[in-house]
Nanobody
Framework: QVQLVESGGGLVQPGGSLRLSCAASGRSFNAYTMAWYRQAPGKQRELVASITGGGNTNYADSIEGRFTISRDNAKNAVYLQMNSLKPEDTAIYYC?????WGQGTQVTVSS
């Protein structure tokens, strides 16, 4: 059974940092693109960042260089380092690999 489990979310003040992790199990995703999406209240789910099996990355324009996606194929995991967080980054963050989704982790940016 394939599972994607996110962790690392929480409450952080504006300007702070968080590192999200997504651990995959049940199959290898080394050859597949892995990605982070987010969904804020009342808004559609949107792509935040993606990384191919070869390490090529893509980011949403709204990220403006503040986030970094990385992966560890040996651990079947993907990460999202988020710096200079803003209140508008508040959302549930989801990990996606191939057609599989994690359950999400809440990120709240507030003073």
């Amino acid at each position: 059974q394939v599972q994607l489990v996110e962790s690392g979310g929480g409450l952080v003040q504006p300007g702070g940092s968080l590192r999200l992790s997504c651990a995959a199990s049940g199959r290898s995703f080394n050859a597949y693109t892995m990605a982070w999406y987010r969904q804020a209240p009342g808004k559609q789910r949107e792509l935040v960042a993606s990384i191919t099996g070869g390490g090529n990355t893509n980011y949403a324009d709204s990220i403006e260089g503040r986030f970094t996606i990385s992966r560890d194929n040996a651990k079947n995991a993907v990460y999202l380092q988020m710096n200079s967080l803003k209140p508008e980054d508040t959302a549930i963050y989801y990990c996606k690999a191939f057609v599989y989704w994690g359950q999400g982790t809440q990120v709240t940016v507030s003073s």
